[in-house]
């Protein structure tokens, strides 16, 4: 597992949650999963920003993404937790 | 079993024997590899999933569904891994009392495992091209 994120944020501050990468997203960064360093209580939208900064080869891909937060569908205000479970999801065509 | 992924080929037969003798109905999908899209001759496509979630929204999916329809039984198999043209990916089967209940559970079954279930599609064309299914900067060399 990567880590990523680290930042300058103080360290009381921050938090660890899992990064997951499934399909398209999987092929683009190379990995199967991250370790990402992040601010407590931090919105999907504001992760989602920090993800494309830190694998900015998933660019083309970013209208298409969505998130889940231990395995539920993910809004961009919904707010992450330690040692959440992140799922960074391209379209799905199950079927 | 209501819900599974396997990277087995789906023995449907034995999902269809009715346990339930109150129904009268057993409306079913079989979804297949087709061989053609987007005007290319696809040679296999290669499923892939984010399983604890997919058969966490598989569930829901089946618990609302019953909720809503009333029907008696459904299961879901969806098939993980590299499957050639003509195999089953999907099979769905809803067990109701009557075939009303059945059918519209069964599309309701289909179209939720099409948008809420994490299953992930590669098609790979016989032109030595692949593609991922639902996003756009994405054909490349075929690598296997």
């Avoid at chain 1, 944020?9 to 360093?37: P, R």
């Avoid at chain 1, 900064?53 to 889940?68: T, V």
């Avoid at chain 2, 080929?9 to 057993?26: H, M, Q, V, W, Y």
């Avoid at chain 2, 019953?66 to 089953?88: A, Q």
Wanted: proline fraction near 3%; aromatic fraction near 8%.
């Amino acid at each position: 597992m990567a880590t990523a994120g680290k930042g300058k944020a103080k360290k009381e501050s921050v938090m660890s949650v899992t990064v997951l990468f499934f399909g398209h997203a999987k092929q683009k960064t190379g990995k199967d999963s991250a370790l990402f360093h992040i601010a407590k209580n931090e919105s999907i939208k504001t992760f989602r920003e920090k993800l494309l900064q830190e694998f900015p080869e998933l660019a083309g891909l970013k209208s298409s993404l969505a998130f889940s937060i231990n395995c539920e569908w993910a809004q961009e205000n919904d707010r992450l937790n330690t040692k959440d479970e992140i799922g960074v999801i391209p379209p799905v065509s199950g079927g | 079993m209501t819900v599974q992924l396997t990277k087995h080929p789906i023995a449907f037969g034995k999902l269809l024997e009715r346990t339930d003798a109150s129904c009268g109905a057993a409306a079913i999908f079989i979804g297949q590899v087709r061989d053609n899209n987007k005007g290319k001759k696809v040679k296999a496509i290669e499923y892939s999933a984010y399983e604890k979630m997919a058969l966490k929204q598989m569930e829901k999916i089946v618990r609302v569904a019953k909720n809503t329809f009333g029907v008696k039984n459904i299961l879901m198999v969806h098939r993980v891994g590299k499957l050639s043209v003509g195999e089953i990916s999907l099979v769905v089967a809803v067990f109701s009392p009557h075939r009303v209940e059945a059918f519209e559970a069964l599309r309701f079954c289909v179209e939720g495992i099409k948008h809420q279930v994490p299953v992930f599609k590669k098609e790979f064309f016989s032109d030595g091209t692949f593609h991922f299914s639902g996003t756009g900067d994405n054909n490349g060399k075929c690598c296997a």
